[in-house]
T-cell receptor, first 113, second 110 residues
Framework: EAGVAQSPRYKIIEKRQSVAFWCNPISGHATLYWYQQILGQGPKLLIQFQNNGVVDDSQLPKDRFSAERLKGVDSTLKIQPAKLEDSAVYLC???FGQGYEQFFGPGTRLTVL | QKEVEQNSGPLSVPEGAIASLNCTYS??????FFWYRQYSGKSPELIMSIYSNGDKEDGRFTAQLNKASQYVSLLIRDSQPSDSATYLCAVKKGGQNFVFGPGTRLSVLP
């Protein structure tokens, strides 16, 4: 069974530029999460999707971050414009449903200069 | 007070020893508790989950939960150098989402 796929793996941009990350969850997984993990900290949830609907985006900085999962499968997370403090690893995770384990993708390491 | 706190590391133990990792949480209604292992530069992977008070054993790993004290721990017996990683405690309330602690970095010395 293929795991959660993410791209790109690494991205370097300058502040005020925009960037987009892509995630393809495990086939059949209805729930998809985007986390931000700053160096030395635990993952922080940005947004949760259930199929193509948003369940929780309370911690998403909506003035600069946006995310979509239009067909209920793959998802994109966008930052526009980026700030220095956005430098982090962006992790995508998916799970089949309540009571099931969540599986993480390899992450995208973003560096904002 | 942070929702999930873990003992600050790094924690160093000699090979073959028991490593003890601790986690406290602030919300009494938390129901599900998880330990993830994260190797440097890699993504987290689930190693243990626990839902009721007491101990849960899986191989060399034992998770302990005490809801009255709002405390969950992970014991690693016969620690190996390959156990060197950051261990993340995560807590979940009902249908709500996972809240992760900051992690404890463990180093097992050969």
């Amino acid at each position: 069974e293929a795991g959660v796929a993410q791209s790109p793996r690494y991205k370097i941009i300058e502040k005020r530029q925009s960037v987009a990350f892509w995630c393809n969850p495990i086939s059949g997984h209805a729930t998809l999460y985007w986390y931000q993990q700053i160096l030395g900290q635990g993952p922080k949830l940005l947004i949760q999707f259930q199929n193509n609907g948003v369940v929780d985006d309370s911690q998403l900085p909506k003035d600069r971050f946006s995310a979509e999962r239009l067909k209920g499968v793959d998802s994109t997370l966008k930052i526009q414009p980026a700030k220095l403090e956005d430098s982090a690893v962006y992790l995508c995770a998916s799970r089949f449903g309540q009571g099931y384990e969540q599986f993480f993708g390899p992450g995208t390491r973003l560096t904002v200069l | 007070q942070k929702e999930v706190e873990q003992n600050s590391g790094p924690l160093s133990v000699p090979e073959g020893a028991i490593a003890s990792l601790n986690c406290t949480y602030s919300d009494r209604v938390s129901q599900s508790f998880f330990w993830y292992r994260q190797y440097s530069g890699k993504s987290p992977e689930l190693i243990m989950s626990i839902y009721s008070n007491g101990d849960k054993e899986d191989g060399r790993f034992t998770a302990q939960l005490n809801k009255a004290s709002q405390y969950v721990s992970l014991l690693i017996r016969d620690s190996q150098p390959s156990d060197s990683a950051t261990y993340l405690c995560a807590v979940k309330k009902g249908g709500q989402n996972f809240v992760f602690g900051p992690g404890t970095r463990l180093s097992v010395l050969p």
